[in-house]
Each structure stands twice: as C-alpha cells, then as structure tokens.
C-alpha cells in the first residue's frame, strides 16, 4: 500500500458502560455529572467517557439512554444501541436535546447492520431536521451519507461465510496484508486496509471480476483533505482466500485516480466492512493473515469504533493516549493533539520540515516534526519506531481529535495483532 483511505461519511462516538441505580446527588450535581459526560462525548474522549459513564451516581433519567445507545454502538452491539437510541428519540419529543446526535449514532447502527435503506432514511431525517443547526462540513456529510445510502436502499445484507481454511494466505515479502480475491472468473490480489470505511476497486479491476455497478457517485475523502468523486459497484460473491462474502460494496475509481505520481497503480482493498466481517482476524509480521469463527473469552473491551473507524490506546511516556489503527497505512503519523500534548518537548528536540502526504486524488505538503526513537506501548506490549512524521496541521477529521495513525511499520514489528470483533479486543504478540 502506498497510501492510507479514508471515506469519512460520517461520525459516532465511543463509549462504554453498564447502568445500574446509585444514589442520587443533587440536581446541580447530577446536572453537571450529565454536562460532563456530554463534555466527553463531544470531545471524542471515548475511553475517559467510558470511565465517567461507568461512575456516574445520579438518578437514572432519559438522557442515559442516550449514552446507553453510544456505549453499544461504539462497541459493536447496533441492534442494542438502535433499541436504546429509539427510546430515547421517543421521550426526548421532536425538540430534545441531543437529537441530532441520536439520529447520527441511529444510522450508523444501521449502516453496521447493513439495513442501507433505514440508514438513508435516518440522515434524510437529520436532513430535514436540523439543516439549520448543522455546521457546513456536517450538512456535506449527511447529504453524502444520505446519497450513499440510498443509492443502496435494494442491496441485500453482507454475509461472511468461513471455509475450513483458516488461513487467507501465506507469508508475503510487500507492504501490508495482501489476499487472493476471486469474483466473476477474474482473480485479483488485494490489501487488507482497516483505514477504508468501505472497500474500493479501480475501474479496470471491478470490471473484470464483474462488479455490478450502482450508478450513483458520492463524494469521498483521502489521507490528503482532497475529495474525489467514484461510484459504487456490487458484488454478489466473492472469495478472499478461504472465506465467501455476500453482497459486496465497493467504491469504484478510474484507474488514473489511483495512479500516484511515483507510478505505483492501486488495484483496489478490501476495507472495513468486510474485515469485521470475518470475526477475529490476525495479522502476522510475516504478512499473513489467519480468521477464526470462534473468540476466547476476552478481557475488557480495548477497541472501539467510531463509526467504522478503528480506535485503541496506547501508552506513550506514561499517558493513554488514543490512536487510530489502519492497516493500509505504510508508516505511521502523529497528530495535532499530539503537538499540542507535548509541545515543549517536540519544538525543542526535533526538526521540522515539509513533508508530501499522497492519497487517492493527490498530494498535499504539510509542515512535520520528525520523531525520532519513538517508544509507545500497545495492549501491554512495546514497539520502538526509528522515526515517525507529527503533522502540525489536521488533514482530516482524526487528525484533530486522536493523537496518531499506527500503520504497518509498527503493526508488523510484532509477531501477530489479532482484533476481534466479537470481544472487542486487540491483543499484540
């Protein structure tokens, strides 16, 4: 992989909690309980407001419905939070608080669950709404989620069959995670790229493995903050190495769009939703890449979502400290909070100089701090990258809420990740 997409359609939060009745405190005091928790949700502080959530002491009220919804949906239970989420639609009134939140979680339990027709009518609601509250770059994404989605309202639902075969692969020398893809008597070898929100084909490649093509384009973003127009494409089955999956979705580019200036030609990846798809993935250093129908019995969750964005923490310099995971990305990058988190320390230790970041549709020069020996922990486990580029301008949404990207310089410097998506758990060995 030469490059890192991302197809930012929408946002959600990560939460987790288990409601029980407390003691109640005061009405301010439960007041503020409730702005903080809000204050955290707003902030994309996920994991911290898993912990507020988890110790709030005031009376159960409407409002924690909401959060109920978040703390399920960002953990991969979208039936669960649609079920909170609705409740809590239906006591908020048509003007309650937090609606427009309430909604934005509700479609992407859709979107998790592959209804794309509710998903549709959810943002068309938002839409119709709260268009006079929302700020330009969310009323873009709405209208394109809302295009998307509709575009896919007769899609039937993905399905991820598991083979015998555990294995989708064999060792592989190249960059990332490579897999046999087989559609339509054409055979192609495609990248693993946890950062895609929804896989992507070139022209060229979907044509041969007999992609059925959609007919609406929709707007989408890259690791750059320029936007390319593709279209959508179908697969009613394909195999990737010993799985079988069911209806398909791809975003499909004309072969000059995944050009980049070095020459390299992208064929495609097999994003996110068919990731999670296959259950309990590893990812070896060696480049291979095993499933498994079965999870162990995990310990706490350590990953969740937002939206179909990987996130997990890891310990830099004795601070948690939350990164996204993306395994399409060749090397790994800091972000702004970063800077900001450690200013002193960066400006006085390392050099800054303009650095070229090419995602599908270009190339943008961003000002960076070089990092040198940088030491983070993951899961309990150590990693040492040689140098790693702190951009000092946000290219994306992530870019102003995590502190970095972990790509595969850091991922296959371990034996094995594993991420399971039943648990929720990412382990490092």
Known sequence: MRRLLHIALLFTVCTVAVFAQRPETTPDGQARDITKLKQLFDRKRYFELRDAVGNYNGRPEAKLLFFRGAVANAFNRPLDSARYLRRFIARAGRDGEWLSDAYTLLADDFVKTYDYGKAADAYRTLLDRFRQTLKPDELKDYENAAALYNSLRGVPRQRVVLGRAARLNGPGAGAGWNVPVEAGGGRVTLGLDTGANI????????????????????????????????????LPSMKVGGATVRNAVFIVLDDQALTFPDGFKLEGVIGFPVIEGLGRVSFGGDGSVSVSRTSPRGGRPNLCLDGRDILFRGVYEGKELTFTLDTGAERSVLYLPFLQEFEGEVKARYELRNEKFTGVGGTEEVPAYIVKD?????????????????????????????????????????????????????AFE
Do not use: C, W
């Open 199 to 234: 896989s992507l084909l070139a022209r060229s490649v979907a044509e041969r493995l007999g992609v059925r093509m959609l007919g609406r384009s929709i707007s989408v973003g890259s690791v750059t903050s320029i936007e390319v127009r593709p279209g959508l494409g179908l």
């Open 374 to 426: 940088f030491a983070v922990s993951f899961a309990g486990k150590g990693v040492r990258l040689p140098e790693v580029r702190l951009l000092t301008r946000a290219l994306t949404e992530n870019g102003r809420h995590y502190y970095g990207n972990v790509g595969q310089d850091a991922i296959k410097r371990f034996r094995l990740m594993t991420l399971d998506f039943a648990s929720m758990n990412v």
